[in-house]
């Protein structure tokens, strides 16, 4: 089981460019997240979704879109970088959101993206 | 918008008890409360969760008071690779889902 696969692990951009980070699992979890950490703000929640098809806004969504057209994949798209953007960004999945159970979250290695 | 409050930073002698609190007065009746730590910059590491009753597994000990208010994760045998931010966390219900809301986390020390 490879778990959460994010990739890449390690990109440096230009303001303005735009990219995708690239977030995987294989364990038929409904729900996934991202996360972005930056130094001293422990991690904020920026778009989640609870199945194919389905995403939402977290705490800081400006500057970055999602989708779900698969269970298994959960792009985050940078439209138009900014050196504000610069963070370590984390995706997570989970089994069973909707359930009134526990829901541990997996998490991925992480991204660190540097935007100049 | 913090749903859980915890100390910045803690301190704790190797192979003594470490004993992290956390905050959560907000918390509803029928959710758990989570822990996670972060070892340097790697992902997040599930830890334990609990409901109502103490928990333990081969990691730590969760302690949940009865009013369901705060908790304390406890690792009985600190070592130094136990020094990371641990992160006590909270499931917040929304229309679409659950969503889970981390704040800065304490930082806990092992020292030798």
């Known amino acids: 089981n490879a778990g959460v696969t994010q990739t890449p692990k390690f990109q440096v951009l230009k303001t303005g460019q735009s990219m995708t980070l690239q977030c995987a699992q294989d364990?038929?979890?409904?729900?996934m997240s991202w996360y972005r950490q930056d130094p001293g703000m422990g991690l904020r929640l920026i778009h989640y979704s609870v199945g194919a098809g389905i995403t939402d806004q977290g705490e800081v969504p400006n500057g970055y879109n999602v989708s779900r057209s698969t269970t298994e994949d959960f792009p985050l798209r940078l439209l138009s970088a900014a050196p504000s953007q610069t963070s370590v960004y984390f995706c997570?999945?989970?089994?069973?959101?909707?359930?009134?159970?526990?829901?541990?979250?997996?998490f991925g290695a992480g991204s660190r993206l540097t935007v100049l | 918008d913090a749903k859980t409050t915890q100390p910045p930073s803690m301190d704790c002698a190797e192979g003594r008890a470490a004993n992290l609190p956390c905050n959560h007065s907000?918390?509803?009746?029928?959710?758990?409360v989570y822990w996670y730590r972060q070892i340097h910059s790697q992902g997040p590491q599930y830890i334990i969760h609990g409901l109502k009753n103490n928990e333990t597994n081969e990691m730590a000990s969760l302690i949940i008071t009865e009013d369901r208010k705060s908790s304390t994760l406890i690792l009985p045998h600190a070592t130094l690779r136990d020094t990371a931010v641990y992160y006590c966390i909270v499931r917040v219900r929304e229309n679409t889902g659950n969503q889970f809301y981390f704040g800065t986390g304490t930082s806990l020390t092992v020292i030798p």
């Open positions: 997570a999945s989970s089994y069973g959101y909707r359930s009134s159970g526990a829901n541990v979250l997996t």
């Open positions: 364990m038929n979890h409904e729900y």
């Open positions: 907000t918390i509803s009746g029928n959710e758990y």
